[in-house]
DNA sequence: CTAGGGTTAG
């Protein structure tokens, strides 16, 4: 009894031991703790027993240590139960030890030992994170020779499994003959959808799952977020936080990253802000979505500000390394890059790939090449992305030929990709090398690169570039996708052709197909504003830059500055300058541009030292600027101050525009004698725009001997700009030698060049209208020429004399047409005056640059009918008013 | 058995 008794007590202590000790190797939160708990159950003689070894070594799997597991599972004899293996193929998967994982399956499969329910769902886990698809379907069709085939915790592994290999068609499939399904099956056929660019279906399966009764979970929920975030669908992704918050998963820190990061694809910073502050835990993930969202945003500063903050609580992983040195790139900040790139060093992240890339990268953006060209030597295994950036590094920084040399030999072992091509496109169009383009045009087709939409984009840009307008419109209507970037490609294109016509109708075609402009389309569109001087959309678009909320961008002001200007609103203009918080050197161009267009020379002279007051160091182009401003309002002394003033202070070499400045300043001013010594002393050689400007000069105060010696330059240079030999011909026109002028256009027919057709146009309530020299087919003809001959009149009685000088333009046509009174600007300021209330003031764009008997005509004109009359012409404006013109007759 | 953050190009 006794015996019995202490038998029973051992049994029962036996039984105590045997649950304590399962209890506590659950429980269990260390390694410390679990090697302690290993002695223990050793000792106490349970270390064979089936369910101690496997639950040792499903524990030590979970502290990252499968040799501890495999030393349990080693020990246990005489042979390991399937449980075991169940355990150990776990414990390998687990850690990331696939290989090894498939290697004791197929032991398992060769030992006869059957496997069960729970074996598999690891070992296609291992197919999946080796991406071997082979294998993966091989062990598909065991599972469906054991019965297997409709188990739960199986078919999700395998829908995790073909969503991984990209076979989103193979996941549905076992998603659909699955027997029953739970929140775990839904959750990753949303999360396979989502990875796979499946968006839309990701958020259909999210709501058909709750219609099906399943109570969405963590999962779920970061399943469906980047879906809302790539699709940019903000109400959808608007109604899953709401979720979030009802469910109160918010503190769970993967869903809130998930958040984040979808607030930044939606741009919403403001919500990002928010989010990233009330985490309640925040870890190494949350700070790198908000330092890349900061950085992909274009808000490189704030980026690095937030991985300031972050180094003094976390340690930077190589994705915050990575966002951080991109965003060094973006803005040129060498200094931090390369602290950056120490810090790599010291904590072993050196050997990354990815990583080196992005140094690669950012050493070219800051203009290093031999720290880029020595991070790539560095990398040990070279991937396609180490090459492209390289060579991308080399074409940025116009090293053309070392990119060539490159790019033959990454052509040993690798093939080129279309980011390759894009590049070579990209080089194609900056050298301006329109059988290089072609060639590598024809290379895209052959390795099928063609139909990518970045490479379509990108030959629409290559084309553009090389002055083939043509070709572009060819490639844009070619394509079958076309997003934003082909779009603003398309239009920057029309632009650069100067086809003004066929941009508008792009941005008219682009709105009927419902594409939302941006701002690239914003900076593409203004110059064409500004070159038609078409207010009407100008201001149209600057209501849409309110509504895209991107008024505080510093090149969408610029833009705005220079259309609201040459759209005959100065004081837009200023209003626009006014208004910007950021100004940079473009700005403050724009805005002595502005001044110099309205002859308010002494405004932008002081707009230039209040440049150089606030720090901003003024470019070749802002001296340009200066200079023409001067030029235009007769401040000769203080245009030559300047020029000086580019080279002392700035150590500015002047360029050829500059000496055209100095030139213009001197000839308008009648200082020609000074003009031609200057060009004599002139350390370039003068070309025809030199030559030009001096004859041009010549008109004001007609020196005959000035102009010709200018107009024999002209004819030697031989140059193919058709401008010059126009004038030429005017002033042999003006002398009588026709013989001259028949020699000059015989030249120009030869050589194909055609003489810009004189044009003025004008706005009348929201309509234009459009008149040619000695146009006569437009409405109300009789009456603008009754109109015209009434004003002649009465400008007769006030003492006008018309100066035959500049009527000797086009004699060899017909000689009626070309009476001076045809001149475009004249038929559409009657046209204005007989279509508009008395009074009104009247805007006319021309062109070319009015001719010297219309600027007195129209003066007369202003006094006559009393109104303000506002010509802008090639090259400045006008403003007319009772008999004088703002321009002081310094046109 | 299911979830989040990085690289080159238009």
Redesign the pocket.
């Known amino acids: 009894m006794k015996a019995g008794k202490l038998c029973n007590l051992g049994q029962r202590s036996q039984e105590l031991l045997y649950v304590s000790l399962s209890k506590a190797l659950s429980s269990a939160t260390s390694s410390r703790q679990l090697y302690k708990l290993h002695s223990l159950i050793i000792t106490s003689g349970l270390d064979q027993s089936v369910f101690f070894s496997g639950k040792l070594i499903s524990k030590y799997a979970q502290f990252k240590d499968p040799v501890g597991s495999l030393s349990v599972f080693r020990r246990v004899s005489p042979a390991n139960s399937v449980y075991q293996w169940n355990s150990m193929i ?1 414990a390998l ?2 850690n990331g030890l696939f290989s090894d994982a498939l290697e004791f399956y197929s032991q398992m499969r060769n030992l006869e030992l059957k496997q069960d329910t729970y074996t598999f ?2 070992v ?2 291992a197919c ?1 994170g080796l991406s071997d698809l082979e294998m993966g379907r091989i062990v598909h069709n065991h599972v469906l020779e054991m019965g297997f085939g409709s188990d ?6 395998l ?2 499994m073909y ?2 290999f990209n076979d989103l068609d193979m996941a549905r499939r076992v998603f659909d003959e699955m027997a029953s399904r ?7 056929l949303i ?1 396979g959808c ?2 796979n660019g499946y968006w839309e279906e990701a958020i259909q399966l999210f709501h058909q799952s709750r219609m099906a009764g399943v109570i969405p ?7 469906v ?2 879906a809302c ?1 790539d699709l940019v669908a903000i109400e959808e992704g608007q109604v899953v936080h709401g979720l979030v918050e009802k469910m109160g ?1 918010k503190k ?7 958040l984040l ?1 979808m607030y930044f694809k939606f741009n919403r910073l403001t919500d990002c802000k928010l989010i990233f502050s009330e985490m309640v835990v ?8 908000v330092i ?2 900061y ?2 945003s274009g808000l490189f500063e704030e980026s690095i500000k937030l991985f300031l903050e972050m180094v003094d609580n976390f340690e ?8 951080v ?2 965003a060094c ?1 973006q803005i040129g900040d060498l200094k931090l890059g390369k602290y950056v790139h120490d810090y790599m060093i010291r904590n072993g ?1 050196e050997c ?7 140094l ?2 950012m050493y ?2 800051c203009g290093n090449l031999l720290a880029s060209r020595e991070v790539f030597d560095r990398i040990k295994f070279k ?7 390289l060579i ?2 080399y ?2 920084n116009e090293c053309f030929e070392e990119a060539m040399k490159l790019l033959s030999k990454m052509k040993v072992d690798l093939r080129p ?7 070579l ?2 080089m194609s ?1 900056q050298l301006v090398r329109i059988h290089h383009g072609k060639e590598v045009h024809c290379d895209i087709i052959k390795m099928g690169f063609d139909s ?7 030959l ?3 084309y553009a570039k090389c002055g083939k307008l043509e070709d572009s419109l060819k490639q844009f209507e070619n394509m079958r996708d076309r ?4 779009w603003n ?1 398309i239009i920057t294109a029309c632009v650069h052709a100067e086809d003004y016509n066929q941009g508008f109708r792009m941005i008219s075609r682009m709105r009927i197909e419902g594409m939302m402009p941006d701002l690239p389309t914003m900076l593409a569109t203004l110059p064409m504003c500004s070159f038609l001087a078409a207010k009407r959309q100008g201001k149209e678009i600057h209501s849409c830059i309110f509504k895209l909320g991107i008024q505080s961008d510093v090149p969408v002001g610029n833009a705005l500055i220079e259309m609201y200007s040459k759209c005959g609103s100065l004081k837009h203009s200023l209003l626009v300058f006014e208004q910007m918080k950021m100004k940079d050197v473009v700005t403050w161009t724009a805005l002595i541009s502005a001044y110099g267009m309205y002859g308010e020379g002494k405004k932008a002279l002081r707009a230039f030292e209040e440049m150089e007051a606030t720090g901003i160091a003024p470019d070749h182009i802002a001296f340009v600027a200066i200079i023409f401003a001067c030029s235009h309002s007769g401040l000769v002394d203080e245009g030559q101050a300047y020029f000086d003033h580019m080279k002392k202070k700035y150590k500015i070499e002047p360029r050829i525009e500059h000496y055209a400045c100095v030139v213009d300043l001197l000839s308008r001013s009648g200082l020609l004698a000074e003009a031609e010594e200057f060009i004599l002393s002139m350390p370039l050689k003068p070309d025809a725009s030199i030559w030009g400007t001096l004859l041009s000069g010549c008109r004001a105060s007609g020196n005959v001997k000035v102009a010709e010696r200018a107009s024999q330059h002209i004819i030697e240079l031989n140059s193919d700009n058709t401008g010059y030999h126009v004038l030429v011909s005017n002033v042999y026109a003006a002398l009588g030698k026709w013989d001259k002028v028949r020699m000059i256009r015989k030249s120009l027919r030869n050589k194909g060049l055609k003489k810009d057709p004189g044009c003025s146009w004008m706005e009348i309530r929201n309509k234009v209208y459009v008149f040619g020299t000695g146009d006569r087919f437009f409405e109300q003809y009789e009456e603008v020429n009754r109109l015209l001959e009434i004003l002649a009149g009465l400008m007769a009685k006030e003492g006008y004399v018309a100066d035959l000088q500049f009527a000797l333009h086009d004699v060899e046509e017909d000689e009626k047409r070309d009476l001076l009174c045809g001149h475009s600007e004249r038929l559409a300021i009657a046209f204005g005056l007989l279509n508009t209330k008395p009074g009104t003031p009247l805007q006319v764009m021309k062109n070319l640059r009015v001719c010297g008997d219309c600027h007195t005509v129209t003066k007369y004109i202003s006094k006559i009918v009393q109104r303000e009359l506002l010509v802008r012409d090639a090259n400045r404006f006008h403003l007319f008013k009772d008999g004088t013109c703002s321009c002081g007759d310094y046109w």
Do not use: E
Request: aromatic fraction near 6%; hydrophobic fraction near 35%; glycine fraction near 8%.
């Open positions: 776990r998967t687990h769902p690891s296609i886990n999946a739960l915790y199986i078919g999700n592994a829908i995790d969503s991984r739970d929140v775990v099956s839904w959750n990753s999360s989502s990875s979970d963590s999962f779920s929920v970061s399943g977020l980047p975030g998963i769970d820190v993967i869903v809130s990253n998930g990061s925040q870890d190494t993930v949350s700070w790198n979505t890349c969202g950085s992909q930077p992983d190589l994705l915050t390394i990575g966002s040195l991109r790139g992240y990354d790939t990815t990583a080196s890339n992005i690669i990268n070219a953006k991937d396609l992305v180490s090459w492209n950036s991308s590094g074409i940025q990709d279309s980011v390759t091509y894009v590049m496109l990209s169009g990518s939409l970045v490479v379509g984009n990108a629409i840009d290559m997003d934003i970037v082909t490609s």
